[in-house]
């Protein structure tokens, strides 16, 4: 995730703050060393898989949403992929040192990228088994 504050210039924006929830590091720091080391966030799956043709992939491990998501009893009420969108929402915020309030919110925006936003991997692997 980025935050992102609108320029006066229409046509350009600023990068403010960076926050990045991802298989090779939660963090703009642990992200980014392991670019840097050329670290792999593709691991053995770390579920049964004995039943599907793929054992490896990457995902996100060692992620705790109470640190980021706030009232805590939202997690509830949020899949997995909002509670990292949230995470690295809050950890752009932080990194561009922005508070709320302190700014006009219209001019702030989020860039997020996900492969997918679906349920847990259990509950979708029937359907996979049908596409193979």
């Not at 403010?16 to 060393?33: K, L, M, Q, Y």
């Not at 998501?69 to 995470?87: G, N, T």
């Not at 932080?94 to 860039?111: H, M, Q, S, Y």
Request: glycine share 8%; net charge neutral.
């Amino acid at each position: 995730m980025q935050s992102v504050i609108q320029s006066r210039n229409p046509r350009a924006a600023v990068i403010t703050g960076i926050g990045v929830v991802s298989p090779i590091g939660i963090g703009r720091e642990a992200f980014w060393t392991s670019l840097a080391n050329g670290r792999s966030g593709v691991s053995p799956l770390n579920f049964d898989s004995s039943s599907l043709n793929i054992h490896i992939g990457g995902q996100i491990l060692d992620f705790d949403p109470k640190q980021y998501v706030r009232p805590r009893k939202s997690l509830k009420v949020m899949a997995p992929e909002i509670q990292y969108a949230f995470a690295a929402s809050d950890m752009a915020m932080a990194d561009a040192k922005l508070k709320i309030g302190e700014f006009a919110p219209e001019r702030l925006g989020v860039l997020f990228g996900a492969d997918m936003i679906h349920c847990e991997v259990e509950e979708v692997i029937e359907a996979y088994r049908v596409c193979q």
